[in-house]
T-cell receptor, first 117, second 112 residues
Framework: DTEVTQTPKHLVMGMTNKKSLKCEQH?????MYWYKQKAKKPPELMFV???????INESVPSRFSPECPNSSLLNLHLHALQPEDSALYLC????????????????FGAGSRLTVL | GENVEQHPSTLSVQEGDSAVIKCTYS??????FPWYKQELGKRPQLIID?????GEKKDQRIAVTLNKTAKHFSLHITETQPEDSAVYFC???????????FGSGTRLSIRP
């Protein structure tokens, strides 16, 4: 299996809802990432998990809460979002985990397109 | 922190001609430079990458060059085809499980 699978593909939620985005990979990758991508913009890093521990948080608002239950799964819990949070949320994984060596080859999922009303 | 600038933002070339996209980075500690292609409505996919200990890398019609002194790297696509039409992102990283910072993207259109 060489894919990163994201669910749901599309999500519409109100500002008071609580929802979750899910990401799964079975490539044995030990680093997993959440990126946010707005239309016609590059992916913007939100979180990095290394060996199931949060290693990078790019000052993301607390209404986004990541979780890594095991080495294959990554969740993004959403609560009290704003309309400006509407975007494509991309999950990615990479094989290497040592900080200073190795190429950071990301495999992206297809994304979850989120619309906040 | 790292900043990656990418030019041009849009590029239109005749089918069969070459396309060149250029990026500069700010952090001299960056050591890995991937290029991603994103077709409309699809996920970004790695097309080629280069590490800082290499000056040039080629894969069929695609090549990447790196000038560490000047802190810039470029993507070259030769004999362009309609399926090359997409948005291309350059990126820079300081190693695995670290930040990958993307350039702003280049929308490449291939004219028939």
């Amino acid at each position: 299996d060489t894919e990163v699978t994201q669910t749901p593909k599309h999500l519409v939620m109100g500002m008071t809802n609580k929802k979750s985005l899910k990401c799964e990979q079975h490539m044995g990758h030990r680093a997993m990432y959440w990126y946010k991508q707005k239309a016609k913009k590059p992916p913007e890093l939100m979180f990095v998990y290394s060996y199931e521990k949060l290693s990078i948080n790019e000052s993301v608002p607390s209404r986004f809460s990541p979780e890594c239950p095991n080495s294959s799964l990554l969740n993004l819990h959403l609560h009290a979002l704003q309309p400006e949070d509407s975007a494509l949320y991309l999950c990615a994984s990479s094989q290497h985990t040592t900080e200073s060596s190795g190429a950071n080859v990301l495999t992206f999922g297809a994304g979850s397109r989120l619309t906040v009303l | 922190g790292e900043n990656v600038e990418q030019h041009p933002s849009t590029l239109s070339v005749q089918e069969g001609d070459s396309a060149v996209i250029k990026c500069t980075y700010s952090d001299s500690a960056s050591n890995y430079f991937p290029w991603y292609k994103q077709e409309l409505g699809k996920r970004p996919q790695l097309i080629i990458d280069i590490r800082s200990n290499v000056g040039e890398k080629k894969d069929q019609r695609i090549a990447v060059t790196l000038n560490k002194t000047a802190k810039h790297f470029s993507l070259h696509i030769t004999e362009t085809q309609p399926e090359d039409s997409a948005v291309y992102f350059c990126a820079a990283s300081k190693g695995s499980a670290s930040k990958i910072i993307f350039g702003s993207g280049t929308r490449l259109s291939i004219r028939p």
